[in-house]
């Protein structure tokens, strides 16, 4: 029989682990895209709209390019899916691949602001007022999803953001799954809730996450259903839905809602630098704690959080007075 048939190629006859394809069979070509197009009522800046959605510079889910478009790949109730949006005018294209994109072009125009009202806002200092004129286009983004933004705020809860931003890319690029369509390098889709259950005890440790946040994950998402509810009720009712979850509290469910219902008013209390940046701002008060930002804001009450967005746009921050905070990686320990 020796010589009748030649061997089939493997991962271990093939240099380099490529497989030859015979010829005539042709390459699978990616699925073309879902397209839809819409015309937003007023300025709209897709960086500032969709920035808070980042988790620093390599967020594997979500990619700002040259051109002024922004990828986004994310899990949506009906699967994953990838996002690309672009403007072109006065008019907003939105792609979607996967088998969450039509669920993505769906929410196209709530992501991008259309929800918010902006025209409710009514300056009563005069550097919000000049920063607002600047940045016509700032609207308050809902993407109608918790748990992508649960899961990262928790990450950031009592560490550097560098930390943060490092803890949420290792393990989305461990344990989540390539994003679909075209989507630019590395970028990948964030695990589901439960893959997330099951991230060892090491890995956690790995990317750098102590026992208290990975734990309070676990508890966010056994639950991840009911969180996901709160997307249909009023903001107040969903912060206090997630507070249900021990260690979540009303920073981290601030943070939550603040992107995933576009809430005006969720203002964060219990920040490290956003009380010294609005008393400084308002009052040249650099010292300033929660309750007295909360009185600053005040005559912002119902956009409290579009008043705060505006002030750290504006720029007047306070100069630093104490080195940086020490980054920490307890994955060496």
Same mark, same amino acid.
């Given at each position: 029989m020796a010589g009748r048939f030649a061997p089939r190629p493997t991962r271990t006859t093939v240099r380099g682990g490529h497989v030859a394809v015979p010829a005539g069979i042709p390459r699978q070509a990616p699925a073309?895209?879902?397209?839809?197009?819409?015309?937003?009522e007023g300025p709209l800046d897709l960086g500032l709209v969709l920035g #808070?959605?980042?988790?620093? #510079?390599g967020d594997p889910t979500f990619r700002a390019m040259p051109d002024g478009s922004v990828w986004r790949a994310t899990r949506t109730?009906?699967?994953p899916g990838t996002l690309r949006v672009s403007a072109r005018g006065a008019e907003v294209r939105g792609e979607a691949w996967g088998p969450g994109a039509e669920w993505l072009l769906e929410q196209l125009p709530e992501l991008l602001g259309a929800a918010d009202d902006p025209s409710a806002f009514v300056p009563r200092h005069r550097l919000v007022a000049l920063t607002r004129h600047r940045r016509p286009g700032l609207r308050l983004t809902r993407t109608g999803l918790v748990l992508e933004s649960l899961i990262p705020s928790v990450l950031e809860q009592k560490v550097t953001t560098d930390e943060a931003y490092r803890a949420w890319r290792l393990l989305v690029r461990k344990y989540g799954e390539p994003a679909p369509g075209p989507a630019p390098g590395r970028m990948c889709v964030m695990p589901d809730?439960?893959?997330?259950?099951?991230? #060892?005890?090491?890995?956690?440790?790995?990317?750098?996450v102590d026992n208290k946040r990975a734990s309070?994950?676990?508890?966010?998402?056994?639950?991840?259903?009911?969180?996901?509810?709160?997307?249909?009720?009023?903001?107040?009712?969903?912060? &206090?839905?997630?507070?249900?979850?021990?260690?979540?509290? #009303?920073?981290?469910?601030a943070e939550v809602v603040q992107r995933s219902h576009g809430a005006p008013d969720a203002?964060?209390?219990?920040?490290?630098h956003l009380p010294g940046i609005v008393g400084f701002a308002l009052a040249g008060d650099r010292d300033a704690d929660d309750?007295?930002? !909360?009185?600053?804001?005040?005559?912002? &009450?119902?956009?409290?959080?579009?008043?705060?967005? !505006?002030?750290?746009?504006?720029?007047?921050?306070?100069?630093?007075? &104490?080195?940086?905070?020490?980054?920490?990686?307890?994955?060496? !320990?």
């Amino acid at each position: 029989m020796a010589g009748r048939f030649a061997p089939r190629p493997t991962r271990t006859t093939v240099r380099g682990g490529h497989v030859a394809v015979p010829a005539g069979i042709p390459r699978q070509a990616p699925a073309p895209a879902r397209v839809r197009t819409w015309v937003p009522e007023g300025p709209l800046d897709l960086g500032l709209v969709l920035g #808070p959605l980042r988790r620093g #510079p390599g967020d594997p889910t979500f990619r700002a390019m040259p051109d002024g478009s922004v990828w986004r790949a994310t899990r949506t109730p009906t699967g994953p899916g990838t996002l690309r949006v672009s403007a072109r005018g006065a008019e907003v294209r939105g792609e979607a691949w996967g088998p969450g994109a039509e669920w993505l072009l769906e929410q196209l125009p709530e992501l991008l602001g259309a929800a918010d009202d902006p025209s409710a806002f009514v300056p009563r200092h005069r550097l919000v007022a000049l920063t607002r004129h600047r940045r016509p286009g700032l609207r308050l983004t809902r993407t109608g999803l918790v748990l992508e933004s649960l899961i990262p705020s928790v990450l950031e809860q009592k560490v550097t953001t560098d930390e943060a931003y490092r803890a949420w890319r290792l393990l989305v690029r461990k344990y989540g799954e390539p994003a679909p369509g075209p989507a630019p390098g590395r970028m990948c889709v964030m695990p589901d809730a439960e893959t997330w259950r099951m991230v #060892p005890s090491w890995e956690w440790h790995r990317a750098g996450v102590d026992n208290k946040r990975a734990s309070t994950i676990l508890r966010a998402v056994r639950v991840a259903a009911r969180l996901e509810e709160a997307v249909r009720m009023p903001p107040a009712q969903a912060q &206090a839905r997630l507070e249900v979850v021990p260690g979540i509290g #009303p920073w981290t469910s601030a943070e939550v809602v603040q992107r995933s219902h576009g809430a005006p008013d969720a203002v964060t209390v219990g920040d490290l630098h956003l009380p010294g940046i609005v008393g400084f701002a308002l009052a040249g008060d650099r010292d300033a704690d929660d309750s007295v930002m !909360l009185e600053l804001l005040e005559p912002y &009450a119902g956009q409290r959080h579009r008043a705060a967005r !505006l002030i750290l746009l504006s720029g007047r921050v306070p100069g630093r007075r &104490a080195p940086r905070m020490p980054r920490g990686d307890i994955g060496r !320990l």
